[in-house]
């Protein structure tokens, strides 16, 4: 029998998954900082400032970057380790990850940059200090797989940390839903002529585990002391745990 998993509200079968989000991302790549800018009046960047805070990252560790997109993450965690530190940026979409490249490259920074699939890292077993992942998780096939392999190429002692679209306080919620499927479709049209991948971005943050629910899969995974930290009011939420025991 065939599996199907989500894709937005649609079902689809597992196998589709990756593509159909493959082509939502070539889509976008090229204005995709842009339209994060004028989805959250530029909040990620303050959310993504707080989530390598909290990573505790220090001069000379080695970071992995999953599903790292353009680099922004990247970038900033390369600034923290330092030169005696490592910094890859990984990522399953071609186009994003040659922006993520290349903007590295205009700043100077020399990051190691992989084309793979989250659910199967192909990085040795307790390689990293941290690894973490933002706004990549929701848009993945399984995310138990995900997890699970984030925990095993993390050292002991390490950090996992997952910063993603989680549930709004429950009173936002009739504003948050208008913004969501009425003004983004809009501007994803306006902005890169694609209406069709930002109601899906809409629809994949409503279909994603709640907090508590993220918190329960990160255990499940072999992390432990998993907590999370709701930013603008639950919008996004990071989860942060750690692996203790090899």
Request: hydrophobic share 45%; proline share 4%.
């Amino acid at each position: 029998m065939n599996r199907t998993t989500d894709f937005g509200f649609e079902q689809v079968p597992e196998e589709e998954k990756a593509e159909r989000v493959g082509g939502v991302f070539a889509s976008v790549a090229q204005r995709y900082d842009l339209m994060n800018d004028l989805m959250s009046a530029g909040l990620h960047r303050w959310w993504k400032r707080f989530t390598v805070e909290q990573s505790l990252v220090r001069p000379g560790e080695r970071v992995l970057d999953v599903a790292g997109g353009t680099g922004d993450m990247a970038r900033l965690f390369a600034q923290r380790v330092g030169p005696t530190g490592t910094v890859v940026l990984t990522d399953i979409n071609a186009a994003m990850l040659a922006v993520g490249r290349d903007r590295l490259l205009d700043k100077g920074l020399v990051v190691p940059s992989v084309r793979c699939d989250a659910e199967h890292l192909p990085f040795a077993s307790g390689t990293f200090d941290c690894v973490t992942v933002a706004f990549g998780l929701r848009n993945m096939t399984h995310k138990e797989a995900a997890l699970c392999e984030m925990q095993r190429v993390l050292r002991s002692g390490g950090r996992a940390l997952v910063l993603e679209f989680s549930r709004v306080w429950k009173p936002l919620e009739p504003l948050y839903d208008a913004y969501s499927f009425q003004v983004l479709p809009r501007l994803g049209r306006a902005i890169v002529n694609d209406a069709a991948s930002y109601r899906y971005l809409a629809e994949s943050i409503r279909v994603h585990p709640d907090q508590d629910t993220l918190k329960g899969l990160m255990e499940q995974a072999g992390l432990e002391r998993v907590e999370y930290f709701n930013l603008a009011a639950g919008v996004v939420a990071l989860h942060r745990g750690y692996k203790l025991s090899v």
